[in-house]
Antibody, heavy 127, light 109 residues
């Protein structure tokens, strides 16, 4: 079964740090770009970050640049999100999600959409 | 940043009816980069449509997507009880940036 399972969420003080993990199974993890997406009742779904297949390219939403770092360990089939200098507005459910693609004779044709999602892990930042 | 505006905010329909959900972008979006998701309470989003009109694996054919430029539509031809949920559109653009609409709640009438 294709699966993503997040862990590492919890309650942290403003200015603190937290590292989220996302364990993948049931597919060849190293073939896929992976995202972090967060969701709050007030702001809905917000894309946070993306990493390419070998970890050499990363992208972030402006609000987390310089504070969050996405990384991956393909040998362990695991994605990470290191979150530093946390703010109240970082409070959310954090999902990891796979960017889908179709195999073509020219190579992968990416969806630029998330076709597999984890169940999420909750991060609460409070003073 | 491209802003996606979904309408209506809430759509109340009965099972068996046709649902039409709208997603309007503040700037032109490539059709290749427009997706739709379904989310039920307590669950993660589920990809329905990518590339504006391609159904994801396992998605019933009563779900269809259309549109181009700044106007996109998700249509559910005949509502089943399990279709009542919140629906989000999402686009990919330069920077790179992915943005989501604020969602349309499909409620049972």
């Amino acid at each position: 079964e294709v699966q993503l399972v997040e862990s590492g969420g919890g309650l942290v003080q403003t200015g603190g740090s937290l590292r989220l993990s996302c364990a993948a199974s049931g597919f060849t993890f190293s073939n896929y770009w992976i995202h972090w997406v967060r969701q709050t009742p007030g702001k809905g779904l917000v894309w946070v970050s993306r990493i390419n297949t070998d970890g050499s390219s990363t992208d972030y939403v402006d609000s987390v640049k310089g504070r969050f770092t996405i990384s991956r360990d393909n040998a362990k089939n695991t994605l990470y999100l290191q979150m530093n200098s946390l703010r109240a507005e970082d409070t959310a459910v954090y999902y990891c999600a796979r960017d889908g693609y179709n195999n073509t004779r020219y190579g992968p044709d990416y969806y630029y959409a998330m076709d597999v999602w984890g169940l999420g892990t909750t991060v609460t930042v409070s003073s | 940043e491209i802003v996606l505006t979904q309408s209506p905010g809430t759509l109340s329909l009965s099972p068996g009816e046709r649902a039409t959900l709208s997603c309007r972008a503040s700037q032109s979006v490539s059709s290749s980069y427009l997706a739709w998701y379904q989310q039920k309470p307590g669950q993660a989003p589920r990809l329905l449509i990518y590339g504006a009109s391609s159904r994801a694996t396992g998605i019933p054919d009563r779900f269809s997507g259309s549109g181009s430029g700044t106007d996109f539509t998700l249509t559910i031809s005949r509502l089943e009880p399990e279709d009542f949920a919140v629906y989000y559109c999402q686009q990919y653009g330069n920077s790179p940036q992915y943005t989501f609409g604020q969602g349309t709640k499909l409620a049972i009438k």
